[in-house]
């Protein structure tokens, strides 16, 4: 029997949470408490949860944040999103064939209606994340009534996904310490102050011309809440691609991926190939391969990967390859992923021929960026509701400048409010600045000349906004500029007559895993390195035989394990002790974990562009829409009209982009362009639930009370 969930892991806590049967096309398979019907398909080695109705296309998830219908199923008759919906003890499951069948109703079934719960509040908050909690903080901080509203089950939104610690500045976003951390930290400062009301597994629907802002209450109540002022912090969305097989199961975004690895404790593939070098794909990239997964490869098409460094460095020197200047030209498989292939691209970043590499894999993990989720922000300024927006639903940045435009938006808002009459520090401003700040200029690695005693060797050689490591120095010999943090740290040798004691905190607490320790103390000509590793304890022993390899992840040189040990307050992250020659002692910045990967010999067939799906909920492809951009379309409502291209589950949120694409690429000015009106509900809702029709089991408990 297949089983895919995780049991171990190196940084979360694996609960022993109760079993229980559900069925699966009349198949007993077991399910975890708590699990979602999707986790518990890909963990019982499902990943075809539904067939398209309009070509019979196999469908798997997608973007596991209820925004499609990728993973529609059938759980005990009725169509839900199994990414979304917790599955039940006896639940019995069925993948989707064309359009479902629903249940039968009796028309002479008395219906049951409520009153529409409606309510008013000085300040609504969609979005619980990290600028939503932090804005909660400062306002329920001053007594301020707010509701804030999440869709998830939990408060934290993706800091609940991330297992690494965060970068930033420790005094202003926690950085140092783990985002799942951050996320509980953050959860029970809000839940301090009664002011603040939250409702979890709550959407957002729509913000009406009456400001009255449409609420889906945990999942099954329609309420209309009535804000002073509105605030969007809503997060942000991920962008699709259009390639050949981009639809196939096992093709979806990284935080889909996060969610089914770091929140469901499910191991969803076991061979992976990432798709974008920004910060979401290098991180995604250091999850799989914590959760004992095989990462193939990343490819990134510009000449440089744009997220940080440390990032990149880290999957190089576990033994990833990346491939800068390249693309992904297909998705190749007949149910579901089976390989892909990339090719190098030129300076118009179009494909080389000739270059072609296919690599074997089950799952490509689509990471090329985010746009944010603003809606509910750009229809209350357009009906004339007080609104601010937060966090990536403002500007797409790291987490931690989410929170600190969380902080500073919170406080906005208690100033127009009345309840606080201060000023707000231009300091803030520039902070947040700062730590939205993009990755600066990168240096050559240069190492200090002592060659006695023990000290720290930096491998961070990018600016970013970063300062932990500065913190954390218990004699203060490593500095990083309090006025821009960006700057990389600076060693001094002594201060105040006082030099490293070679405590290993800047190694365990750097979020890069950047820095080594050389030890010249006991052995002058083969001194002890120290290095950072985040993976389980028990996979690496005193005497095993290591790689050694560079910052970039070049081989050094084999050697043996001396010691593997934690120290207090180490945060999970465990040291790794080797022997070296002192010839490269200073250059060892990591140890290589995955054996070296060659793509698989095969035969590359081209595959015509236009077989790309643009439209995934109606099917549509890039050569639909390109033959009537060509015959002289230029309004998209047109091109809805002809093709059904964004009339589907998802709103039209994942091809409208990429419609947009298209026009660009056929050489058409945007402002051409007629685009389609937004939908008005985020997501789709039964009809009944605007009306307040109870639920059956709802129905039933109100006729016994009456009774």
């Not at 590793?533 to 050697?559: C, Q, R």
Request: aromatic share 6%; charged share 25%.
């Amino acid at each position: 029997m297949i089983d895919n969930r995780l049991y171990k892991h190196p940084i979360l806590p694996v609960e022993d949470r109760p079993t229980f049967k559900f069925y699966w096309n009349d198949q007993e398979l077991i399910a975890r408490e708590g699990e979602t019907i999707a986790s518990a398909l890909f963990a019982n080695g499902i990943r075809i949860f539904n067939y398209h109705h309009k070509d019979g296309a196999p469908q798997g998830i997608f973007c596991a944040n209820g925004q499609c219908a990728q993973c529609l199923v059938l759980a005990d008759g009725f169509p839900v999103k199994s990414c979304m919906e917790l599955i039940k003890p006896g639940m019995r499951i069925q993948p989707v064939n064309g359009l479902p069948e629903l249940p039968a109703v009796d028309p002479e079934s008395p219906l049951v209606f409520e009153p529409i719960e409606e309510l008013e509040v000085s300040v609504l908050i969609i979005g619980g994340g990290p600028a939503g909690l932090s804005a909660a903080i400062e306002l329920g901080s001053r007594g301020v009534d707010c509701l804030l509203v999440d869709d998830k089950h939990r408060l934290g939104g993706k800091l609940v996904l991330q297992t690494h610690r965060f970068f930033g500045s420790v005094e202003a976003v926690y950085a140092g310490t783990r985002g799942i951390d951050i996320a509980t930290r953050l959860e029970n400062e809000v839940r301090k102050f009664s002011s603040v009301k939250i409702w979890l597994q709550s959407t957002a629907l729509a913000v009406f011309s009456d400001r009255k802002v449409g609420i889906l209450k945990e999942g099954k109540k329609y309420a209309l809440v009535r804000p002073k002022i509105l605030l969007v912090a809503s997060g942000a969305r991920e962008k699709s691609l259009a390639f050949p097989g981009n639809t196939l199961p096992g093709v979806y975004g990284a935080g889909a991926f996060q969610t089914l690895v770091n929140r469901d404790l499910v191991k969803p593939t076991e061979r992976l190939f990432i798709v974008g070098g920004g910060n979401v794909g290098l991180i995604a990239g250091y999850h799989a391969l914590q959760a004992g997964i095989q990462v193939v490869g990343l490819i990134e098409i510009m000449p440089e990967c744009g997220g940080y460094k440390v990032h990149k460095d880290k999957l190089a020197r576990l033994g990833v390859p990346i491939l800068t200047s390249h693309t992904i030209l297909s998705a190749n498989g007949k149910e579901a992923v089976e390989s892909v292939t990339v090719a190098k691209v030129d300076e118009k970043f179009q494909p080389i021929k000739g270059t072609e590499k296919t690599f074997a894999c089950d799952t490509v993990l689509i990471a090329i960026g985010l746009d944010p989720v603003n809606e509910f922000y750009l229809k209350a300024k357009e009906f004339g509701l007080p609104a601010y927006a937060a966090g990536d639903a403002e500007e797409i940045a790291e987490a931690s400048a989410a929170i600190f435009s969380g902080k500073i938006r919170g406080l906005e808002i208690a100033r127009d409010l009345g309840v606080y009459s201060g000023e707000i520090p231009n300091s803030w401003y520039e902070t947040a600045e700062i730590l939205k700040s993009r990755p600066g200029k990168t240096y050559p690695e240069s190492f200090p000349e002592k060659e006695t005693g023990v000290f720290p060797v930096i491998h961070c050689l990018q600016e970013i906004p970063c300062n932990p490591c500065s913190a954390v120095c218990p004699r203060k010999l490593i500095e990083v500029d309090r006025s821009d943090i960006r700057k990389l740290p600076v060693y001094y040798e002594e201060r105040d007559g006082k030099g490293c004691t070679g405590c290993e905190r800047c190694v365990v607490f750097c979020p890069g895993l950047a820095i080594t320790l050389v030890d010249y103390r006991r052995d002058a000509q083969f001194p002890e390195v120290t290095i950072p590793f985040e993976f389980l304890k028990e996979i690496i022993n005193p005497g095993d035989e290591v790689s050694l390899v560079d910052v970039e992840g070049k081989f050094l040189t084999k050697a043996k394990v001396v010691s593997v040990k934690s120290i207090k307050g180490n945060d999970r992250t465990i040291l790794v002790k080797v022997q070296v020659p002192k010839e490269i002692a200073k250059k060892v910045s990591g140890l290589r974990l995955q054996p070296e990967i060659s793509p698989a010999e095969a035969q590359y067939t081209e595959r015509m562009a236009d077989e790309a799906i643009i439209c995934r909920c109606e099917r549509v492809t890039a050569g639909e829409i390109r033959k009537l951009i060509r015959e002289g379309l230029r309004d998209i409502n047109e091109i809805k009209t002809i093709t059904r291209a964004g009339m589907g589950p998802c709103g039209a949120k994942t091809c409208t982009p990429l419609i947009h694409r298209l026009f660009r690429e056929e050489g058409v000015p945007e402002k051409e362009i007629i685009d389609q009106p937004k939908r008005p509900l985020f997501i789709e809702v039964p009809l009944g639930v605007f009306a307040g029709l109870q639920e059956k089991q709802e129905k039933k408990e109100a006729e016994d009370e009456r009774a």
